[in-house]
């Protein structure tokens, strides 16, 4: 039976082997196989949680619930009930589109739990009643004995109960950059980071080298992946800064329709207009006050932001998430692999007494060795090709296989011009001291004539304590106290850079005196030490570029690692970042609101669990921040979907990884965030145009109905022609104004508040003095037509100057603050394209017989024309001149203030 305390929390990486054992009520021989079916049904299977699926029907209308779509179905029904049948159906198939492209969103959830469950072991060698058996890895129960070996997948969390040798990569889990070694020791008592419990290996991370026996202690969702599982469950999303604003847009402009329309429809009433006609125009107008259009250029520009990003290695798989990245105001960035290379490099030498700098990134051998004195460079072999020699990895084009710190110096070998496989083809090793953590180093012996050479590679202090000589500037010397410190110094300076330091070593023997039977670490003494080489997982060299365009464009960086705060603190110098550095057990102190007041200053979080990820990403939420988080390992995958967008690494990075985020980065390069920040608030920045351009035309559009019924005129226009009006606004031109180019500083600027508003105060002034430029244009030629023609005459005159005046609206709308009249001026050709379609598309509803008939219209002269274009032009040259009197302003009052982007 199952030991009763079980139901007592003690962590089996506080207590020894043997009382871990007792604890679980299992032995060496492991369970039973009745016991194990006991447990199982008790425990249940080692699998992960699965969310119950959500119904697809109730998915499609969840697609429904926004206001502003809701306000487009009612617009669509009003549409249909004045006949125009027609613009009811495009509205209704721009909404199901909308529905439609969203209705994939609610899968993701379900994926990354999917994701999660498939990254599982298969199978499991377990030992059960003194039998050793391969079961299936959901079998698997507390209390089982698990035997593990190099390239195994680790099923469950499982304490150490003897290890050969053994180091497991943990970097997807811990964010650790290197291979940890494992032993069966208890840690000492307190609390101990995930990282740092060297007797516990944890489910779904990976055996680099030896062999372990372990005790299961946890299973399924009891896991670390477990947990992070219940972390993702828990996580919910929030919606993007553009949902939030189109979602204010939508009930301002419902409300402001909703006033309108019942004020035109009480005055006509009240002037005794037909009932019917009255009833038509108002829904006409009801239907051109509606942006129907809105969704419709939101989901193309997305749409086509999203191409361009995924031209340029960046894959979102969420449109929404585009415009985010364009608000992101600050990026949490995961160190290994993202920041850094996750490729373990040879940076710095101590050799002969001197100081040697190491160019060059990665396994690929290119980079170069300079003294960093001006003395010539000397013989490197005597150090590079014992360092190549004692090692278990290998380098096949460019691709590491083994271990990273081995790669490292593989890759140094290479670059002082030795070729690592033909040195170890000619020199085969007749034996060896594996590494191993009680001793810390690895050591080889291979034949050279009447010689057997010991190689050694390993921690500078036992090396040290074991060495006699050491390599002075021409000759081998004795090791005296002078030699000694120097070495003492020089491993404390690299370690102090947070690079890990390796010492190469070696010792002639006489071959008559060696056997390889006998006890090969008595030789392991009298050692002539060869040098010092200092490894790290170097930053990318393009991401401290990228950095410092990010706070270029007012976006904070912050680096959130497992690593050591020393190694984390020293990386971040180098790439640039600075401010305060918090540790994971600092975090455990803090609840959100004092995180709050802490993390603007903080620009490093080191040795951080994931629930440290989420926390730091909920404060900064807490704070207004719109949060991009970056990583590649399971570790990640938590903060990724609680942060406003979660950007993976398509390289490097966990399935899991990349079914949380939002985008993924298909070269695993922090810089190409950059480029996806400038195409996202150039996207944004199109929206606004288009908002501009559309809102102004609907004040424009009503405000001539209802002058002209203050003034006592009759409708300047028809149904049909409101109708018509609102399509040619909502058609080409504002879909081309999604296409603009990203203006001139767009990335010199601070990220907009996600607080801000699409419709500010100033903004709604500037577009209702257009609207009412507009009003009162149209307006005036149509009492001008009046009075000199008939009333269908003043009626086509009217009408034709209003869709003039969208084809010089646009121009407003294209730049806001600076001139219109730039170098951008013809740089969207489709926008062009699409205006002379719209003054053609004019030409023939004026000028065309059938046309004529639906919108009741007559032919105009050239004069007429030439009447219509010069009162629409008005409404650009107006506001050129406005913007150039604020910009003269502006020199008087601030001589020294830049000139205003466009």
């Keep these: 039976m199952e030991n009763p305390s079980l139901s007592q929390k003690i962590e089996p990486w506080s207590i020894d082997a043997e009382a871990a054992l007792a604890h679980l009520d299992s032995s060496a021989q492991g369970l039973s196989k009745a016991e194990a079916r006991q447990r199982l049904e008790r425990h249940g299977p080692n699998r992960l949680r699965e969310k119950a699926p959500r119904p697809a029907w109730m998915k499609f209308l969840d697609q429904f619930k926004d206001l502003l779509v809701i306000v487009l179905l009612g617009a669509a029904i009003l549409a249909g009930a004045i006949g125009d049948i027609k613009d009811a159906v495009v509205i209704l198939i721009v909404v199901v589109f909308n529905a439609g492209l969203g209705f994939y969103q609610e899968h993701r959830a379900e994926a990354t739990l999917a994701a999660l469950k498939s990254m599982l072991a298969q199978h499991a060698r377990v030992r059960r009643g003194g039998e050793v ?28 109960l003897a290890a050969h040798n053994a180091e497991v990569a943990e970097a997807a889990l811990t964010g650790e950059s290197h291979a940890v070694g494992k032993r069966a020791d208890a840690l000492a008592p307190g609390e101990h980071p995930l990282a740092e419990r060297f007797n516990m290996v944890f489910m779904n991370t990976v055996v680099t080298r030896g062999r372990i026996e372990a005790l299961v202690a946890a299973t399924g969702m009891e896991t670390e992946m477990g947990r992070i599982t219940g972390l993702l469950e828990s996580a919910e999303e929030s919606p993007t800064p553009l949902q939030v604003q189109l979602d204010g847009l939508g009930k301002r402009l419902a409300i402001i329709a909703g006033v309108v329309v019942t004020l035109i429809f009480v005055l006509g009433i009240l002037r005794g207009d037909p009932l019917v006609q009255t009833v038509m125009t108002s829904i006409a107008l009801a239907v051109a006050a509606i942006p129907e259009g809105l969704p419709a250029v939101v989901t193309v520009t997305l749409a086509i932001g999203m191409h361009r990003m995924a031209k340029n290695r960046a894959i979102v798989k969420k449109l929404s998430a585009v415009e985010t990245l364009g608000s992101t105001s600050v990026i949490c960035s995961d160190k290994t692999g993202t920041l850094t290379l996750n490729q373990m490099t040879a940076r710095k030498l101590f050799y002969r007494g001197r100081h040697f700098t190491v160019s060059g990134e990665g396994y690929s051998g290119e980079g170069a060795i300079a003294a960093e004195d001006d003395f010539p460079a000397p013989d490197y072999q005597p150090l590079l090709a014992p360092a190549a020699l004692c090692v278990d990895s ?119 005196q060696f056997d390889p039977a006998n006890d090969l670490m008595a030789w392991a003494r009298e050692l002539t030490l060869l040098g010092l080489a200092g490894i790290i997982d170097p930053p990318r060299p393009e991401a401290r570029d990228a950095i410092r365009l990010c706070k270029l464009a007012g976006i904070q960086v912050k680096m959130i690692t497992g690593d050591h705060a020393i190694t984390a603190a020293a990386i971040a110098r180098e790439l640039g970042l600075q401010g305060a550095v918090l540790t994971g057990a600092e975090l455990d102190r803090l609840d959100i609101a004092e995180l709050s007041r802490h993390i603007e200053e903080t620009a490093v979080f080191a040795r951080v669990a994931p629930e440290h990820k989420v926390k730091i990403v909920q404060a900064l939420k807490a704070r207004g921040h719109v949060v991009a988080m970056t990583g590649d390992g399971v570790n990640d995958a938590p903060a990724l ?191 062009w394209s699409a205006l002379i379609g719209v003054v053609g598309l004019q030409v023939v509803v004026v000028h065309w017989g059938p046309a004529q008939e639906i919108f009741r219209t007559v032919d105009l002269s050239l004069q007429d024309w030439g009447l219509a274009g010069l009162t629409a032009a008005s409404v650009l040259l107006l506001e050129e001149a406005r913007k150039l009197l604020q910009r003269l302003w502006q020199r008087q009052t601030k001589p020294g203030a830049p000139h205003p982007s466009p």
């Design 133 to 160: 058996l391969e079961i299936p890895a959901e079998d698997l129960v507390p209390g089982d004995i698990v035997l593990l070996e190099a390239g195994d997948r680790i099923p469950a969390d499982a304490r150490v």
């Design 394 to 512: 290998r380098i096949r084009a460019g691709e590491l296989i083994g271990d990273p710190t081995e790669g490292a110096l593989l890759a140094l070998a290479m670059k002082g011009g030795i070729a690592p496989d033909s040195l170890s083809e000619s020199r085969p090793r007749i034996a060896e001291i594996p590494f191993d953590s009680a001793h810390k180093f690895m050591a080889i012996f291979h034949r050279d004539g009447e010689w057997v050479r010991m190689l050694l590679k390993g921690a500078p202090d036992v090396l040290l304590a074991r060495a006699s000589h050491h390599l002075g500037a021409s000759a081998e010397l004795p090791l005296d106290d002078t030699a000694r410190a120097a070495f003492e110094a020089e491993n404390a300076r690299l370690a102090s850079q947070a690079m890990r330091v390796l010492a190469v070593a070696s010792r002639d023997i006489p071959a008559q």
């Design 641 to 831: 979907k609680n942060a406003d967008i979660g950007v993976a690494m398509g390289i490097t990075g966990t399935e899991v990884t990349k079914e949380a985020a939002t985008m993924v980065l298909t070269d695993d390069n922090f810089a190409t965030i950059v480029g996806a920040v400038k195409e996202g608030r150039t996207i944004y920045d199109n929206i606004v145009k288009f908002v501009r351009f559309q809102l102004s035309t609907n004040i424009g559009a009503i405000l001539p109905v209802l002058g002209a019924q203050l003034l006592g005129l009759s409708t300047p226009f028809t149904a049909i022609q409101i109708l018509w009006i609102n399509i040619i606004m909502d058609g080409p031109p504002a879909m081309a104004l999604g296409l603009e180019p990203a203006r001139p500083g767009i990335m010199d600027e601070a990220p907009r508040s996600p607080k801000a508003r699409i419709l500010t105060l100033p903004r709604f002034w500037r577009l209702l003095a257009y609207g009412a430029i507009m009003a009162l244009g149209t307006i005036s030629v149509f009492f001008h037509g009046l009075q000199t023609g008939e009333k269908t005459y003043a009626l086509t005159l009217a009408f034709t100057t209003f869709v003039l005046f969208q084809f010089f609206n646009v121009f407003n709308a294209r730049a806001e603050h600076g001139s219109v009249f730039n170098r951008q001026f013809f740089a969207n050709g489709k926008l």
